[in-house]
């Protein structure tokens, strides 16, 4: 038996019904292999990619992938946006007060519990976006003087 083949990025971004462009190509790509980057790590790494692009395209990229459901985006209180290539399912996450290290949660228990809210007030929830808050084990480590 054959193994399906995984689909290039350039078939991902045709396949979402955007334009292939070098930039689209390298930025999905470094949102994917970064851990919830910023604009500014993924401008960097797209202009190591593919040389110059303005700030604005990556902007302009970011919310194209973001509608598309290539990247996801989230945004911690107080800090900057934050982009990742894991999409499709209802992850949460934790962010270290001290660093703003950011990792990937699984849901708590079983069947997407956190998407049975206390009182919905009439709405039709279909994504519950959960951050936990708390110290990385590098800040809540005592350091050696």
């Given amino acids: 038996m054959i193994a399906p083949r995984t689909p290039t990025t350039a078939e991902e971004l045709r396949g979402a019904g955007l334009?292939?462009?070098?930039?689209?190509?390298?930025?999905?790509?470094?949102?994917?292999?970064g851990d919830h980057l910023d604009v500014e790590a993924i401008t960097s790494g797209v202009r190591d990619r593919v040389g110059h692009v303005s700030l604005q395209a990556v902007y302009e990229a970011l919310h194209a992938l973001t509608a598309a459901g290539l990247v996801r985006r989230i945004e911690p209180a107080g800090s900057p946006a934050r982009?990742?290539?894991?999409?499709?399912?209802?992850?949460?996450?934790?962010?270290?007060?001290?660093?703003?290290?950011?990792?990937?949660?699984?849901?708590?228990?079983?069947?997407?519990?956190?998407?049975?809210?206390?009182?919905?007030?009439?709405?039709?929830?279909?994504?519950a976006d959960v951050i936990y808050?708390?110290?990385?084990?590098?800040?809540?480590?005592?350091?050696?003087?």
Avoid: K, Q, Y
Wanted: net charge negative; hydrophobic share 35%; charged share 20%.
């Fill in 19 to 33: 334009r292939v462009t070098a930039a689209r190509v390298a930025l999905l790509e470094t949102v994917r292999m």
């Fill in 83 to 127: 982009f990742e290539g894991r999409v499709g399912d209802n992850h949460h996450h934790i962010v270290c007060r001290s660093c703003g290290v950011v990792a990937d949660v699984d849901c708590a228990v079983g069947e997407a519990p956190c998407l049975t809210a206390s009182d919905n007030r009439g709405f039709t929830i279909d994504e």
């Fill in 133 to 145: 808050w708390g110290l990385c084990p590098g800040c809540s480590t005592p350091r050696a003087s």
